[in-house]
């Protein structure tokens, strides 16, 4: 039998979760999964918050964007970056064009957020709450990017519900425990060296 309280602190640390409440803004990491934009767009329509700012150019392993099979069939079209196939999501959600930021040089998680920053001060937004809109397994590592760069708001995770691995089924299945323990493998590599270069910055 699985220990359940093994089992649950893996979780909460992978899955955090928060409930919407009204925000500044939606954070959307770069991806080529639509249910991201989708999710954002659903919670602006709630009247959660009054812009949504996609990052994103293309994966740094790839190279290059290309969404899967599903999303060119329901999205078709030409996109040449994560953010314009997710800007594109958000239009034909009812989402106005004025209400959506622009990143598009990004090519990975920690970026994201480097250049997110960027945005938002220079249009001189004051972001006290910010909601993140991620796939659910992402949720923590992308949570932990944005911290660093906004270490003065308050964060919720709303993940995706569309989703293969969630914290429900995670370790039902070889690909979830693998995806799982690879964002921790992720977390614990990437940040070593972040916490290694702010020392170095630090002397």
């Not at 314009?84 to 209400?99: D, G, M, S, T, Y």
Request: charged residues 25%; glycine residues 6%; proline residues 6%.
């Amino acid at each position: 039998m699985m220990n359940q309280g093994f089992l649950r602190q893996i979780t909460e640390f992978v899955f955090p979760q928060h409930k919407p409440e009204r925000a500044d803004i939606i954070f959307i990491p770069g991806s080529h999964l639509p249910q991201l934009a989708e999710e954002a767009a659903g919670l602006y329509r709630q009247g959660m918050a009054p812009y949504i700012l996609p990052s994103g150019r293309y994966s740094i392993v790839t190279g290059r964007f290309e969404p899967g099979k599903e999303a060119k069939e329901k999205y078709p079209g030409e996109y040449e970056t994560e953010w314009e196939f997710l800007f594109q999501v958000l239009r034909k959600n009812q989402v106005p064009k004025e209400a959506v930021l622009r990143e598009d040089q990004a090519t990975y998680t920690y970026q994201n957020a480097i250049y997110s920053r960027k945005v938002t001060d220079s249009m001189g937004l004051k972001i006290e709450k910010a909601i993140l809109c991620c796939k659910p397994y992402h949720g923590r590592r992308s949570l932990l990017y944005y911290q660093l760069l906004y270490p003065d708001t308050e964060f919720l995770v709303c993940p995706i519900k569309d989703s293969p691995v969630t914290r429900d089924n995670w370790y039902l299945t070889k690909e979830g425990t693998n995806m799982v323990f690879g964002e921790i493998e992720r977390i614990g590599l990437q940040f070593y060296d972040i916490l290694d270069e702010m020392r170095e910055q630090e002397r």
